[in-house]
């Protein structure tokens, strides 16, 4: 058996750095956070923080058309979601959040989470007779 092959099966993967572009701004940075753009995934963001959470950011851009007036608006949606595990206690609200201390732990979890997400690259419409809505990906 490989070193790598032992490695895998152990649980322990090198992280994606092809896959995950860092995009920390300097600011995120000096707050001990790093943010990460999925490549696979227009759109789609890991967020990994000092505190020990970790998040994935789905990044939209929202288009909607008054097919009367023609008026179009335009926003921005970011949508964060914790994707650290989760335990149930019996006390409590009854489930709380793993943290996960170590930078390596965190970068695991994005690469555990992103490899079973798989974003819809697609535009959506919705239209009826007043109105057309279109979200598209969105990179920050």
Known sequence: MTN????QQQG???????????????RQRSNGTTIFLDSDNPGVYYGSYQSG???????????????????????????????NRRCHFTEGNGITSVLLPR??????RIQEMANK????NEIITHTNDNFSIIISPRLR
């Open 53 to 83: 959470y970790v998040r994935r950011i789905v990044a939209t851009q929202n288009t909607q058309s008054d097919l009367n007036t023609g008026k179009t608006t335009q926003w921005n949606t970011d949508n964060i979601y914790q994707i």
């Open 103 to 108: 930078s390596n732990d965190r970068l695991s």
């Open 117 to 120: 997400f798989d974003r819809e």
């Open 12 to 26: 322990n993967f090198m992280f994606n750095t092809t896959r995950f572009i860092d995009v920390t701004t300097n």
């Open 4 to 7: 790598n092959t032992r490695k």
